[in-house]
T-cell receptor, first 117, second 112 residues
C-alpha cells in the first residue's frame, strides 16, 4: 500500500516551453502533496505544499507563476514548469500525505528528471 | 525553509562495520524520518519516529528521536555493500502544514 506514481520519469524540453509533471497516489487519498526539487549531490528542497481543492503554499524564493501547482483531486497533483529555462533543469520529486494514519504519511514518487535544452 | 544539519557529509567504511549519522535542527519537530535515496530514484522511507525519546529498529537499522525534539540519529549495524547510498533525515512540522524538511544528506560507501 501507499504507492505514489510520478510521471514522466524523465523529460527533455526546449527552452521556453512548458512541462507538466504528474503525481498520483494509487491506493490512498492524498489530502496533501509536496513538491521537491533536487540538484545533483544536494538535498531535497521543498518547493510547495498543495492541499486538495485549494491554492498551493509556496516556500520562500519559489516563483508561483513559474511553478504552477494544481491539486484538483485527492489522488492527483500536477506541477507545471512554465517557460522552462536551462537553470530549471533538475530532479523534481513529489510526496503524498494521506493524513489518515501514519502508514500513508511518507511516500515519495520516483522523481522526474527535467532537462531543458 | 527549515535548516536541518546532517553529519557526517560522507562516510567510507569497510563491510561489516557499524555506521552512525545524526541530524540536528534549530527547530522542534513533531516527527523525524530517515530515508535512503539511490541515484535517480525518489527517497525510500527507512524509519519513522513519532515522539521524543523513541528508539525504533528496522532490521539492522536503529534510529532515535532526540529528547529535545531537535535531533535524531541513525545507526546501521554490520554494514553490507547494498547499504551504499545517500541517507537523509527529514523533520515534519504539524502546525505549519505538515511539511517535511530534509537534512543535507550523508553519502555512504561500503568497501567490500
Amino acid at each position: 500500500g501507499a504507492v505514489v506514481s510520478q510521471h514522466p520519469s524523465w523529460v527533455i524540453c526546449k527552452s521556453g516551453t512548458s512541462v507538466k509533471i504528474e503525481c498520483r497516489s494509487l491506493d490512498f487519498q492524498a489530502t496533501t502533496m509536496f513538491w521537491y526539487r533536487q540538484f545533483p549531490k544536494q538535498s531535497l528542497m521543498l518547493m510547495a505544499t498543495s492541499n486538495e481543492g485549494s491554492k498551493a503554499t509556496y516556500e520562500q524564493g519559489v516563483e508561483k507563476d513559474k511553478f504552477l501547482i494544481n491539486h484538483a483531486s485527492l489522488t492527483l497533483s500536477t506541477l507545471t514548469v512554465t517557460s522552462a529555462h536551462p537553470e530549471d533543469s533538475s530532479f523534481y520529486i513529489c510526496s503524498a500525505w494521506g493524513g489518515r494514519g501514519r502508514v500513508y504519511g511518507y511516500t515519495f514518487g520516483s522523481g522526474t528528471r527535467l532537462t531543458v535544452v | 525553509g527549515q535548516q536541518l544539519n546532517q553529519s557526517p557529509q560522507s562516510m567510507f567504511i569497510q563491510e561489516g562495520e557499524d555506521v552512525s549519522m545524526n541530524c540536528t535542527s534549530s527547530s522542534i519537530f513533531n516527527t523525524w524520518l530517515w530515508y535512503k535515496q539511490d541515484p535517480g530514484e525518489g527517497p525510500v522511507l527507512l524509519i519513522a519516529l513519532y515522539k521524543a525519546g523513541e528508539l525504533t529498529s528496522n532490521g539492522r537499522l536503529t534510529a532515535q528521536f532526540g529528547i529535545t525534539r531537535k535531533d535524531s540519529f541513525l545507526n546501521i549495524s554490520a554494514s553490507i555493500p547494498s547499504d551504499v547510498g545517500i541517507y537523509f533525515c527529514a523533520g515534519q512540522l504539524y502546525h505549519t502544514g505538515n511539511q517535511f524538511y530534509f537534512g543535507t544528506g550523508t553519502s555512504l560507501t561500503v568497501i567490500p
